[in-house]
T-cell receptor
């Protein structure tokens, strides 16, 4: 079974802190994604990566950066956390499509509260 | 930008079929229709996907109209554990736009 793990289920940080959210997948997937989920807004894509050291902006990248130094690990960084970044953060991975599409596997999520 | 339109919420009686509609009028020829669901406090879970033909697996059936502009997810015998938010997504397979989905409540 594909396993996508996230470093924390719950996290509380103060405004202005630098925050690292870690995601690890164990199925050698090329593509990895970071989403945030807020009530009434659904899941919104922050960043994605289709290979090591590669990254692409999603729909809402402002205030975030990412790092993909190893294939299995995709980190989301909040350079200076703000209260409007309080949210549920979900990581996902999928093998690179080759004309046949696959399902996207999600981690359990990290609920981040910025005070 | 949203590529799909779904009702915000629906109810279904336990044991009956749940039919969840989705409009995707701007779908491209190489885009698939995916369905995911999210049970409270968990990450989204894959249900089914299709391109043109109707599809069935152990969880659900997917009916895609001939013009591909809409589809319906069918849960044949809904149980209380099917209460969740259901997302319809159109994608070529590398990016997924989830939107707000349909909140399905299965009523005892």
């Amino acid at each position: 079974d594909v396993k996508v793990t996230q470093s924390s289920r719950y996290l509380v940080k103060r405004t202005g802190e630098k925050v690292f959210l870690e995601c690890v997948q164990d199925m050698d997937h090329e593509n990895m994604f970071w989403y945030r989920q807020d009530p009434g807004l659904g899941l919104r894509l922050i960043y994605f990566s289709y290979d090591v050291k590669m990254k692409e902006k999603g729909d809402i990248p402002e205030g975030y950066s990412v790092s993909r130094e190893k294939k299995e690990r995709f980190s989301l960084i909040l350079e200076s956390a703000s209260t409007n970044q309080t949210s549920m953060y979900l990581c996902a991975s999928i093998p690179r499509g080759t004309g046949v599409t696959y399902e996207q596997y999600f981690g359990p999520g990290t609920r981040l509260t910025v005070t | 930008d949203a590529k799909t339109t779904q009702p915000t919420s629906m109810d279904c009686a336990e044991g009956r079929a749940a039919n969840l509609p989705c409009n995707h009028s701007t779908i491209s020829g190489n885009e698939y229709v995916y369905w995911y669901r999210q049970i409270h406090s968990q990450g989204p879970q894959y249900i089914i996907h299709g391109l043109k033909n109707n599809e069935t697996n152990e969880m659900a059936s997917l009916i895609i109209t001939e013009d591909r502009k809409s589809s319906t997810l069918i849960l044949p015998h809904a149980t209380l554990r099917d209460t969740a938010v259901y997302y319809c997504i159109v994608t070529t397979g590398n990016q997924f736009y989830f939107g707000t989905g349909t909140s399905l409540t299965v009523i005892p």
